[in-house]
C-alpha cells in the first residue's frame, strides 16, 4: 500500500468517514463497515481529499486531457483535484462538469468549464449500480471526447447480481482503467496491521463479509 493511502485510511478513520459497527446499505445488506464520502464536507477535508484524487493519478500515470464531475457530487471533487494536481504537481488540467437541467440562456448547454476533448478522467466519490457513470460516460461521447478513466475515493469489491462487481462490469464495458483511492482489500490490510484493539475487533466480520459478499 502506498503512503498516502496509509495516510487516507488513518484520515478517514478518525474523522469517521469511515466507520465500522452493523450498517444496512441501501441494497439490504447488512455490513460491518460503512463508508460515507458525503463527510468530506468542510475546506479542509475537501482538500485532503482531493490531494489523494491527485496522488493517486500521478501513481497510476494514467494519461488525460480533462477531468470531468458528474453532477451533482461530483463537481466539487473535479474542481478540488485540479486545484491539488496544480498546486501540488504543478500539472495544470482543464476540468468540466455538467448541469442535471440545460441552460437555455447565457452560454447554454448542459455543460460548465473547459470544453471536453482528448481523453476524459471521470472523477466521482462512489461507485454503486454505476448508473451515473454510464450517464457520464455518454456525455463524453456525445460531446466529442474520449471516456480516459475513472477514479474514486473507495471500491467495496462487491459482487453484483451478475457475479462480479459493479466497477469490474464498467472496467469490462468501456475498457478504461478504474482506479480508487483504498478497496475493501486494503481497509483489512490496514486492520491486519492496525496496533489498535479497537479497530482489530472487527477484522474478523469484516473478513466474513468480503468470503460471502467479495469479489
Do not use: W
Not at 36 to 60: I, P, Q, R, W
Not at 67 to 73: D, S
Not at 134 to 149: H, P, S, T, V, Y
Not at 173 to 199: G, H, Q, R
Amino acid at each position: 500500500m502506498e503512503s498516502f493511502q496509509l495516510k487516507f485510511l488513518q484520515y478517514v478513520i478518525d474523522h469517521r468517514i469511515l466507520c465500522f459497527g452493523d450498517f444496512v446499505l441501501k441494497s439490504g445488506r447488512k455490513s460491518p463497515y460503512f463508508f460515507n464520502a458525503g463527510l468530506f464536507n468542510t475546506g479542509e477535508k475537501l482538500s485532503f481529499l482531493a490531494d489523494c484524487y491527485a496522488d493517486m493519478v500521478m501513481h497510476s500515470g494514467l494519461e488525460f486531457d480533462v477531468i470531468f464531475g458528474p453532477a451533482y457530487k461530483g463537481i466539487p471533487l473535479a474542481s478540488a483535484t485540479a486545484t491539488a494536481l496544480a498546486r501540488n504537481h504543478q500539472i495544470d488540467k482543464p476540468y468540466s462538469f455538467n448541469r442535471k437541467e440545460k441552460k437555455a440562456h447565457g452560454e447554454g448547454g448542459n455543460l460548465v468549464g473547459a470544453d471536453l476533448k482528448g481523453k476524459a478522467l471521470i472523477i466521482d466519490d462512489v461507485i454503486t449500480a454505476g448508473t451515473a457513470i454510464r450517464e457520464a460516460a455518454k456525455i463524453i461521447k456525445d460531446n466529442g471526447a474520449i471516456l480516459g478513466g475513472m477514479l474514486f475515493a473507495m471500491d467495496r469489491q462487491e459482487k453484483s447480481p451478475s457475479g462480479i462487481s459493479t466497477i469490474q462490469e464498467i472496467k469490462k464495458d468501456f475498457n478504461v482503467p478504474v482506479l480508487s483511492i483504498i478497496t475493501l482489500e486494503e481497509i483489512i490490510k490496514f486492520l491486519v496491521v492496525a496496533n489498535d484493539p479497537d479497530l482489530q475487533k472487527h477484522l474478523k466480520n469484516i473478513e466474513a463479509y468480503q468470503e460471502q459478499y467479495g469479489v
